[in-house]
């Protein structure tokens, strides 16, 4: 098969293995902490990374470069957990840095909100390429949701995150 050929397969496995994930880790997040209704606005806000978001982003890396799967499933929510057991995490992981490589650097850009939920966004680059992170942490510090957006498209993310709470029917 031809490089192209090869490269469009690649991104598409890729594409669809983010989204599978992401409907897999956020729908535990939808179930116990997000409660919306079809009124309500969703805004974008610019401002600094808080140091809880800040700490919980530099143990999620390490634990990605580390493929410490107990260290990143101890940042969960115990739902995300039950949601998304060590045997997965470890496939997620293992996919993604077989697709992606280490993670080596992110950058906090901004929060979403949406019915009071901050939603931290990051623009998380790979040895391969760039995918956008969205992140909310509960009161006790733990990801409540997280949701991998391929690039870094702050509409496309934007759209993708509208969409998800509409089909949750929220």
């Not at 496995?13 to 409907?23: F, G």
């Not at 993670?103 to 990051?122: C, I, M, P, S, W």
């Amino acid at each position: 098969m031809d490089k192209y050929f090869m490269k469009k397969i690649e991104k598409f496995t890729l594409s669809a293995l983010i989204i599978i994930t992401s409907l897999f880790i956020s729908e535990a997040s939808f179930a116990t902490n997000i409660s919306t209704t079809a009124t309500n606005q969703q805004n974008t806000e610019q401002s600094a990374e808080p140091a809880n978001y800040k700490q919980t982003a530099a143990k999620f890396a390490t634990g990605y470069n580390n493929e410490d799967i107990k260290a990143i499933c101890a940042l969960f929510t115990p739902e995300l957990v039950k949601l998304l057991p060590q045997d997965r995490m470890q496939l997620m992981i293992g996919v993604l840095r077989l697709q992606l490589g280490k993670l080596n650097k992110y950058q906090f850009l901004n929060f979403e909100t949406k019915n009071g939920n901050k939603v931290a966004r990051y623009k998380a680059n790979f040895d391969s390429g760039d995918l956008t992170l969205l992140v909310s942490l509960n009161a006790s510090n733990q990801i409540d949701f997280l949701w991998f957006i391929p690039g870094e498209s702050t509409a496309a993310s934007t759209e993708m995150f509208q969409k998800l709470f509409e089909a949750a029917g929220k």
